[in-house]
Nanobody, 128 residues
Framework: SVQLVESGGGSVQAGGSLRLSCAAS????????VAWFRQAPGKGREGVAA????????????EYADSVKGRFTISRDGAKSTVYLQMNSLKPEDTAMYYC?????????????????WGQGTQVTISS
């Protein structure tokens, strides 16, 4: 199995940037879907970005929620088995706990119920 640990959260003002990291251990992130989800208080878990990581250095697919397109970028460092979420032009509505998740086969990339492996989350707070 794979263990996931997120980091990089914090508090910034609207318009600022943060980069979240998702580090894997126990197994690599190759040949897996890896996604970032977020959950605000009182709301369900929302998928924001996903990427499929093929063995080696090739990323063959990325997907983004409409709410973050053009502002968030998901990427990977294959050598470190780490996935990043670069978040720019942050808005107060981006405030949430952010989680990374991974699994081998995921038909609906933003359905949290389809992912077996989860990190503990990192808090992102955006002030206006």
């Amino acid at each position: 199995s794979v263990q996931l640990v997120e980091s990089g959260g914090g508090s910034v003002q609207a318009g600022g940037s943060l980069r979240l990291s998702c580090a894997a251990s126990g197994d690599t992130l190759s040949n897996k879907w890896v996604a970032w989800f977020r959950q605000a208080p009182g709301k369900g878990r929302e998928g924001v970005a996903a990427t499929y990581l093929l063995t080696g250095r090739i990323t063959i697919s990325t997907e983004y929620a409409d709410s973050v397109k053009g502002r968030f970028t998901i990427s990977r460092d294959g050598a470190k088995s780490t996935v990043y979420l670069q978040m720019n032009s942050l808005k107060p509505e981006d405030t949430a706990m952010y989680y990374c998740a991974a699994d081998v086969r995921v038909v609906d990339r933003f359905n949290p119920g389809l992912y077996a492996y989860w990190g503990q989350g990192t808090q992102v707070t955006i002030s206006s």
